[in-house]
């Protein structure tokens, strides 16, 4: 049988960045930490779950500016986690270059 922590290793995540996924997508914790490691299976995946992260962040600092100082610490931290700097909205700034330029 799987525990908790041995999701949270197979799927790359730490339990405050699922937390963080939960919020950001309305979901249970369980759910978040499926859809967290359906997004690490994507190039785009570290990006997501960074921005995730960063839009919680926004928001806290609008509505509750006592969780900014520990959402900061955490996105710092996903940044150092989940570098792939891959974002599928600008698969233009994604793609090789072509005939050298």
Same mark, same amino acid.
């Given at each position: 049988?799987? %525990?908790?922590?041995?999701?949270?290793?197979? *799927?790359?995540? !730490?339990?405050?960045?699922? %937390?963080?996924?939960?919020?950001?997508?309305?979901?249970? +914790?369980? %759910?978040?930490?499926?859809?967290?490691? =359906?997004?690490?299976?994507?190039?785009?995946?570290? *990006?997501?779950?960074?921005?995730?992260?960063? !839009?919680?962040?926004? !928001?806290?600092?609008?509505?509750?500016?006592?969780?900014?100082?520990?959402?900061?610490?955490?996105?710092?931290?996903?940044?150092?986690?989940?570098?792939? =700097? +891959?974002?599928?909205? *600008?698969?233009?700034?994604?793609?090789?270059?072509?005939?050298?330029?």
């Amino acid at each position: 049988m799987l %525990t908790m922590l041995d999701c949270l290793g197979i *799927a790359n995540l !730490d339990a405050e960045e699922v %937390t963080q996924i939960a919020k950001h997508e309305h979901l249970p +914790f369980m %759910t978040a930490l499926e859809k967290g490691a =359906s997004l690490l299976d994507h190039p785009w995946g570290d *990006a997501a779950v960074r921005q995730m992260v960063w !839009d919680n962040l926004c !928001d806290a600092n609008q509505h509750r500016p006592a969780k900014v100082q520990d959402l900061m610490m955490l996105y710092h931290e996903a940044c150092e986690r989940h570098p792939n =700097s +891959f974002d599928r909205r *600008a698969p233009a700034r994604a793609a090789p270059l072509q005939n050298g330029r």
